[in-house]
C-alpha cells in the first residue's frame, strides 16, 4: 500500500554537477532516449527524490551519494522540442518540476548507510547498480524514511540554489 503523498515515490538519479544545477535551474527533468517503462509510467503529482551520485560533487573517493531534493512532477513527459545535453548525452524527453525543498550543496541524505534498511535495495551489496538508470521507483516505507531525512537538512530551494550553480562547469543544457 502506497502512503498519501507518495503516489508513485520515485529516487531520480543525477551524476553530473551541471545536470543537476540545470535540473535545480531550469526545474525541469531530461530523460535519455532509450524507452524505460519507469519514465513512462511517471505522471503528474508523483513525488521525486533527487539523488546526486558520489562523483557529482567532484571527488568520488571522499564524496558520498546523497538524496539532495525533494520535488513534485508538474507535467507529463513529453518528447521535447530540443534535447538537453550534456557532454556528449542527448535527452529528448522531459517534464516539468517543483522542487519542494534542496539541501545545502555538499549535504543530503548519504545513501549508503541506510541501504541495508530500504526495500528497493534486497542485495546491499550490490545496491548502486539499482541507480544506473534513470528513475528509481520507491517503496512507501523507503520514501517516507528517505523524506524524514531530507526533512531537516533541507530547505527553501531559493535558499540553496546558488551553491549549485556556483558549483557548475557550465549549464550546457537547451531546450
Known amino acids: ?5 507518495f503516489s508513485r515515490g520515485e529516487e531520480v538519479n543525477l551524476g553530473d554537477r551541471d545536470a543537476i544545477a540545470w535540473v535545480l535551474d531550469e526545474r525541469r527533468m531530461a530523460f535519455p532516449p532509450t524507452a524505460r517503462a519507469e519514465v513512462d509510467r511517471l505522471a503528474e503529482g508523483d513525488t521525486l527524490l533527487v539523488y546526486a551520485t558520489r ?3 567532484g571527488n568520488p573517493t571522499r564524496d558520498r551519494g546523497r538524496v539532495i531534493a525533494r520535488a513534485v512532477v508538474a507535467s507529463p513527459v513529453v518528447a521535447l ?5 550534456f557532454g556528449e548525452r542527448s535527452f529528448p524527453r522531459g517534464c516539468e518540476l517543483r522542487i519542494e525543498a534542496l539541501a545545502p550543496w555538499g ?3 548519504e545513501l549508503q548507510p541506510l541501504v541495508e534498511r530500504l526495500e528497493a535495495f534486497p542485495d546491499a551489496r550490490s545496491w548502486s547498480v539499482r541507480l544506473r538508470r534513470p528513475l ?3 517503496p512507501a516505507g523507503d520514501a517516507e524514511l528517505l523524506t524524514r531525512a531530507l526533512e531537516p537538512l ?5 535558499e540553496h540554489l546558488d551553491g549549485y550553480r ?3 562547469r557550465r549549464i550546457s543544457g537547451r531546450g
Request: no cysteine.
Open 55 to 57: 562523483g557529482a560533487f
Open 166 to 168: 556556483a558549483r557548475a
Open 81 to 85: 522540442d530540443e534535447p538537453v545535453v
Open 154 to 158: 533541507a530547505g527553501d530551494p531559493a
Open 107 to 109: 549535504s543530503g541524505v
Open 136 to 138: 528509481l521507483r520507491l
Open 1 to 5: 500500500m502506497e502512503s498519501p503523498g
